[in-house]
């Protein structure tokens, strides 16, 4: 914690990768390797750019505009990434994410037709059980379940801040809209979040989301067993996801 404030004192650039990340990747050593708050955390460095990918192609998107920023336009930022080491596949970025990857969030799943339907967040590790929560819904309930891909809350609460900050002082123009809403400008809800991490986590963007919000996550503390054990325990695997979406 020291140095990342005097990184962040000191005005460095860099790539600061935390892993693995989570309460629930790194099964069987203890709560000493459990992190259910460091995306927290690096929210309280004004300097830090947080991010939680999932997949490959997230990590080098914004890594590459990282780079970008830190080097080429020369920003005084630096930036904090968490990463699994559990295995699972990684597909192939889908066509114009970038953008939304380095906001914060994109549609990565489009479930099927249905008048009854729900939005699904995940990031991180917990993503993969929300897409699998999102079959479970299609399938067992009938329930389509949309899904998005956060790859940082804290850059999307950092963009509605600045947002509201442009509004509040400027009366006589146009209201801008927050990267959230814009997002979800089409879906009413209801919406659920579920993350490896604390619920305050998610529940940073609360105020923009159009709709009822649910949120998921590992509060409390933790128990060495196998990470399906784990995010039963913590209520943030497929079967939590689903209860949360029919409620």
Not at 9 to 24: E, I, K, N, Y
Not at 35 to 40: C, I, T
Not at 42 to 67: K, R, S, W
Not at 131 to 159: I, M, Q
């Amino acid at each position: 914690g020291d140095f990342i404030w005097a990184a962040g004192d000191s005005q460095a650039r860099g790539f600061l990768v935390g892993g693995p990340a989570g309460r629930t990747t790194l099964a069987g050593e203890g709560l000493q390797h459990q992190d259910g708050h460091s995306q927290l955390v690096m929210t309280t460095v004004p300097n830090c750019v947080a991010y939680d990918p999932t997949y490959a192609y997230e990590l080098a998107v914004i890594v590459q505009d990282g780079m970008r920023r830190m080097y080429q336009e020369r920003q005084n930022i630096f930036y904090y990434i968490t990463c699994m080491n559990e295995n699972y596949q990684h597909p192939a970025m889908p066509t114009g994410v970038a953008q939304g990857i380095l906001s914060g969030m994109y549609l990565l799943k489009i479930g099927g037709r249905g008048k009854v339907r729900v939005t699904l967040f995940g990031s991180g590790t917990i993503l993969r059980e929300v897409l699998s929560a999102a079959e479970l819904l299609e399938k067992n309930y009938g329930v389509p379940a949309d899904v998005y891909s956060v790859t940082s809350f804290s850059e999307l609460r950092r963009n509605a801040l600045g947002i509201e900050r442009w509004n509040l002082l400027h009366p006589n123009e146009p209201r801008q809209q927050t990267y959230v809403q814009q997002a979800l400008a089409d879906r009413e809800g209801p919406f659920i979040a579920a993350t490896d991490y604390m619920k305050t986590v998610a529940d940073q963007i609360r105020q923009w989301v159009p709709g009822h919000y649910a949120v998921l996550g590992t509060d409390g503390y933790g128990r060495s067993d196998s990470r399906a054990e784990l995010r039963r325990f913590f209520e943030v695997d497929r079967h939590y996801v689903v209860i949360a979406a029919l409620k």
